[in-house]
């Protein structure tokens, strides 16, 4: 079945380290997104990506980095620059092109995060 | 300004009625497409119902259906029978334009319901 595979599941970091989640697609949708998600919070857009090699930032990526090497794959760095990590990540992905109207995300099932 | 606004954090419904779970938008783009999305507690979402800003008929799924009032700027989620299975956050979600790529989400509603 096609579908978004994140990894790990829950994932906990000392502070002052890096941390990469992962994030792989089978469905091959051209663009890739990772939000991140706080308790009494909507999504907030991190950084996406349309094509490979490409890669925009959204509305938090202080302290965030991506690549984009495989169309598959999207995978998030946390670096220690980021103040406050912990939370839920969420991967997902969609079709583009002009017909896009009713591309809809699909969404991985989701990286907690916890700084100790 | 906010693009999507959900105005309840909670809501709760009998068993077998019926809901709305209210969601209202802001853009100026004509052409933008509506979401919603239903996020149990495992924390995955799932995609539920859809509505182009041109469609001239309510979208409906199921025991889903969205009410959409363009001149008022707003996309109601309606569930009807509801089940308990349906207790989870709901989030309403805009896209922008024919081929924006930036989605918009509320700060999501939690319906709980009672048996």
């Known amino acids: 079945d096609g579908g978004i595979t994140q990894s790990p599941k829950y994932l906990f970091r000392k502070e002052g380290q890096n941390v990469t989640l992962s994030c792989e697609q089978n469905?091959?949708?051209?663009?890739m997104y990772w939000y991140r998600q706080d308790p009494g919070q909507g999504l907030r857009l991190i950084y996406y990506s349309q094509i490979v090699n490409d890669f925009q930032k959204g509305d938090i990526a202080e302290g965030y980095s991506v690549s984009r090497e495989k169309k598959e794959s999207f995978p998030l760095t946390v670096t220690s620059a980021q103040k406050n990590p912990t939370a839920f990540y969420l991967c997902a992905s969609s079709l583009t092109g002009a017909s896009s109207g009713a591309n809809v995300l699909t969404f991985g099932a989701g990286s907690r995060l916890t700084v100790l | 300004a906010q693009k999507i606004t959900q105005t309840q954090p909670g809501m709760f419904v009998q068993e077998k009625e019926a809901v709305t779970l209210d969601c209202t938008y802001d853009?100026?783009?004509?052409?933008?497409?509506l979401f919603w999305y239903k996020q149990p507690s495992s924390g995955e979402m799932i995609f539920l119902i859809y509505q182009g800003s041109y469609d001239q008929q309510n979208a409906t799924e199921g025991r889903y259906s969205l009410n959409f009032q363009k001149a008022r700027k707003s996309a109601n989620l309606v569930i009807s029978a509801s089940q308990l299975g349906d207790s989870a956050m709901y989030f309403c979600a805009m896209r922008e334009g024919n081929t924006g790529n930036q989605f918009y989400f509320g700060t999501g509603t939690s319906l709980t319901v009672i048996p």
């Open positions: 469905l091959n949708h051209d663009a």
């Open positions: 853009t100026s783009d004509p052409s933008y497409g």
